[in-house]
């Protein structure tokens, strides 16, 4: 088990700024290929963005530019900043940890859930 406890979630306006965070217990942040993945009820968990543990990000074409995933190793936590936010990114967003080296952001690929940290976009 890696116990995965996210934060930050809020409500905002369009065109503003979030900053998430995962803290991670039991293990390091960057023993494992981390990601950020998000849900809307009704469909599929997709992913966000992703790091592997020698610090290789990617990122869905949607949030490319905007989004920037990161690590603090010292604190043990994964981070996801959001700028220029849109409605369509409204969702429950999940930290996820995968034992493959570097996975697709599919979640059939991640072993570890976080419980989620709800984002509102309002236009």
């Known amino acids: 088990q890696v116990p995965l406890v996210e934060s930050g979630g809020d409500s905002v306006q369009s065109g503003g700024s979030l900053r998430l965070a995962c803290t991670v217990s039991?293990?390091?942040?960057?023993?494992?290929?981390m990601g950020w993945f998000r849900q809307v009820p009704g469909k599929d968990r997709e992913g966000v963005s992703g790091i592997t543990s020698d610090g290789t990000r990617n990122y869905a074409d949607s949030v490319k530019g905007r989004f920037t995933i990161s690590r603090d190793i010292a604190k043990n936590t994964l981070s996801l900043q959001m700028n220029s936010l849109k409605p369509e990114a409204t969702a429950m967003y999940y930290c996820?940890?995968?034992?493959?080296?570097?996975?697709?952001?599919?979640?059939?690929?991640?072993?570890?859930w976080g419980q989620g940290t709800q984002v509102t976009v309002s236009s």
């Open positions: 996820a940890a995968s034992s493959f080296t570097t996975p697709p952001l599919k979640t059939s690929f991640f072993g570890h």
């Open positions: 039991g293990y390091s942040v960057s023993q494992y290929f």
